[in-house]
């Protein structure tokens, strides 16, 4: 019974260990302060793009994921890229975590998620605009003919 109660432990620390050394490896060779403006545009971009598949009422995107109150920039890096496909580089996502970061540095998801749906209002009206215009384009060559 003590063997057993032992070898238990032994491998709960082992999970941790291995845990901890993929939470490393997805900081590896990140720096927050490494980034630059057309790196901050080129995430804005990307952005704005995974804005437009976020879909609230349930039919798009799960994001359950980011109701948590902050995260790390690895973790947010690799949830990004799992729920949105969302592909970051080291300065993109530098840039994100800039704009999107807590007190502690780690990404504020509230703060996220609250841009991330103000995005997406604004991608799906401009899409929606653009759309009527082209309607109107077509009506008007319509009348014309």
């Not at 976020?54 to 798009?60: A, I, N, P, V, Y």
């Amino acid at each position: 019974m003590e063997r057993q109660r032992q070898e238990n432990e032994e491998r709960a620390r082992e999970a941790k260990r291995k845990l901890e050394e993929q939470f490393k490896k997805l900081d590896k060779g990140f720096d927050p302060k490494a980034f630059t403006k057309a790196d901050g545009e080129s995430a804005d971009k990307k952005l704005r793009a995974a804005a437009y598949k976020l879909d609230k009422g349930g039919r798009g995107v799960p994001v359950e994921s980011f109701m948590s109150k902050h995260m790390e920039a690895g973790v947010f890096r690799e949830l990004t890229k799992r729920v949105f496909g969302l592909i970051l580089t080291n300065g993109e996502l530098a840039a994100v975590v800039n704009r999107f970061k807590d007190g502690s540095g780690h990404v504020d998801c509230q703060v996220f998620m609250t841009q991330l749906t103000r995005l997406s209002t604004e991608e799906k009206n401009k899409k929606a605009a653009e759309q009527r215009e082209i309607a109107r384009e077509i009506a008007q060559k319509l009348k014309n003919e």
